[in-house]
């Protein structure tokens, strides 16, 4: 009896905690295609959160306070501060026979304009892989119709083949040519009533890949017969990295279906290195590291801080106020001059505005510039921001940008120690300082030629 008790107490325990439990949050930070949720205290490992607007995040980081989700769809239409709903469920996607001979994004949603996809099943994107025990080792083979893979390195079901070649070797093709040559094997059994062979079923899940690379391979697997064997799963390269990064799960979702139904299933991941770039890049804006980029490196912007890409675990928090006061547009000018500069290279005409913000972009861009070994006081860091924020390097030369900020930054060390010393001190530029900061400016500018 007292047992009964305490099983009663403990489930009416257990059930209170449950209804305390928060199922809505907001978003607290959106970046990239990633977004941090707060509140959400019962979310789970890839559980879908509805955001709003018919748009879905999958969750990827389970931190104290925080849920890092990446958005599948358009996260442009979401805001700061939206409401945030844990759904109880994991990524799905639809899986069946009803998806062959279909084009579909990564959430399995038809991109082929044929309706939509006939399936009731759905399976969740992240399974567990069954267990050793439960594979059979390999030896049935896969016919690849490939006649120097077929006769010396042959392929069986239930294995996993890595194809690596540089650029434009043929990877794809090999793929390709082993699809279609599945889809004659399936329908010459099918015809002769051998019901003794398994028919393999293909997917072809397309990483990052041109939109008229797919379509030649959807085109050759049409002409060939092959698409109603067929499915393709297709997050092009304009596809958000998250989009890209979730592909390859999507697509073994669906193969699983297969083999839970004793069937048999080719996938191909074209390509892998591509995803591998997806899944940085959600790690890196999930995690917050600070990004730096080649390309910046090279052209000689030292340290190659890639400012979209990197982000701040906590934020203007953490800055001076001084700093904060100065620094907070400058994160979205260079953003916006990166996209400017993009499209300037194009010869296209500017208007005076547009001009303008590519002026001060490459001026940020240089004064960011800076040699190592040669960490500036925030004091300095501070003025010069303010200066260039406020015009004074507008007149100034890109090429001489760099010889005015070490000019003022001695004029300041060596001759406006106090000003310095009262930014340090007060840590917020208030009315007076930044009249003070606007004398020294004026003054400096007068010696400079
Ligand atoms: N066996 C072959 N005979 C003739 N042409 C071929 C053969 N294999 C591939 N090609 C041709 O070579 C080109 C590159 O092939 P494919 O696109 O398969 O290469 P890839 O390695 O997948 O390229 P990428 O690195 O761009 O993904 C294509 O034009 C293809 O038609
Ligand atoms: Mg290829």
Not at 322 to 337: P, R, S, Y
Request: overall charge neutral.
């Amino acid at each position: 009896m007292a047992d009964l008790l305490q099983e009663i107490e403990a489930q009416i325990a257990g059930a209170k905690t449950a209804a305390a439990k928060q199922n809505v949050g907001i978003i607290r930070e959106l970046g990239d295609g990633v977004a941090k949720l707060e509140g959400l205290t019962d979310a789970m490992l890839n559980e879908m959160i509805d955001l709003g607007n018919g748009i879905t995040g999958l969750v990827l980081n389970l931190e104290e306070t925080d849920v890092g989700v990446i958005i599948l769809g358009d996260y442009t239409q979401l805001k700061e501060g939206g409401e945030a709903r844990t759904t109880g469920k994991l990524l799905q996607v639809p899986v069946g026979k009803g998806l062959l001979e279909r084009v579909v994004n990564v959430l399995g949603q038809p991109v082929d304009g044929k309706g939509p996809i006939k399936s009731d099943i759905t399976y969740p994107v992240e399974k567990i892989a069954p267990g050793i025990a439960r594979r059979r080792s390999v030896d049935q083979p896969v016919q690849t119709g490939i006649m120097p893979i077929d006769a010396m390195i042959p392929i069986g079901r239930g294995q996993r083949e890595l194809i690596i070649g540089d650029r434009a070797t043929g990877k794809t093709t090999i793929c390709i040519d082993t699809i279609i040559n599945q889809a004659r094997l399936n329908k010459a059994a099918e015809a002769a009533g051998d019901k003794a062979y398994r028919p393999l079923y293909c997917i072809y899940v397309a990483i990052a890949q041109k939109q008229s690379t797919v379509a030649r391979v959807i085109s050759v697997l049409e002409e060939a017969g092959a698409m109603p064997y067929t499915i393709i799963v297709d997050s092009p390269a304009s596809d958000s990295a998250a989009n890209q990064y979730i592909a390859p799960y999507a697509g073994a979702a669906m193969g699983e279906w297969f083999m839970d139904n004793g069937m048999d299933a080719l996938i191909v991941y074209d390509d892998l290195s591509k995803h591998a770039v997806a899944y940085r890049q959600v790690s890196l804006v999930l995690k917050r590291q600070i990004y730096l980029e080649t390309d910046l490196f090279y052209q000689g912007v030292r340290p190659a801080i890639n400012v979209g890409l990197s982000v701040s675990r906590v934020g203007s928090a953490a800055q001076l106020k001084a700093m904060k006061q100065v620094a907070g547009q400058l994160k979205g000018d260079l953003a916006q001059f990166r996209e400017l500069a993009a499209f300037a290279q194009f010869g296209s005409e500017l208007d005076a505005k547009t001009l303008a913000q590519i002026d001060r972009g490459k001026r940020i861009m240089e004064i960011f510039k800076q040699p190592q070994y040669n960490p500036i006081p925030v004091d300095v860091q501070v003025a010069v921001i303010w200066a260039m924020q406020n015009g004074y390097l507008d007149q100034v030369p890109v090429e001489r940008v760099k010889e005015f900020q070490t000019k003022f930054t001695e004029f300041l060390t060596t001759r406006k120690a106090a000003l310095l010393a009262k930014i340090e001190k007060e840590k917020a530029l208030s009315d007076a300082l930044t009249a003070e900061l606007k004398t020294v400016a004026d003054e400096f500018k007068q010696t400079w030629k």
